[in-house]
């Protein structure tokens, strides 16, 4: 989520990093590739078995969960977790 919403790496204000998941969520509800893509990058390093669900970032991990498949193909909502 860093790299789309400068404002959640270090150094951003406290409030400001709190606000990420709000604006995160908005983003991937409107679609916005950036988001998208990120989730869907996380849910391919699960299912190809890389990571667990527990390596990735707990304030991305429901995002690329919920998102991922918007930016995937048929196949993906067959894997079974």
């Known amino acids: ?3 789309i919403f400068k404002l ?3 150094g951003g204000s406290h409030d400001s990093k709190r606000m990420v998941r709000f604006l995160t969520n908005w983003a991937c509800q ?12 996380n849910f391919e390093k699960v299912a ?5 669900w527990e390596d990735i970032d707990v304030n991305a991990r ?5 998102y991922a498949i918007r930016n ?10």
């Open 1 to 3: 989520m860093a790299s």
């Open 8 to 10: 959640s790496q270090d």
């Open 30 to 41: 409107l679609g916005d590739l950036n988001c998208l893509e990120g989730a869907k990058e």
């Open 48 to 52: 190809s078995g890389e990571k667990a």
């Open 62 to 66: 429901d995002f690329s969960r919920n």
């Open 72 to 81: 995937g193909d048929p196949d993906d909502i067959q894997v079974n977790f």
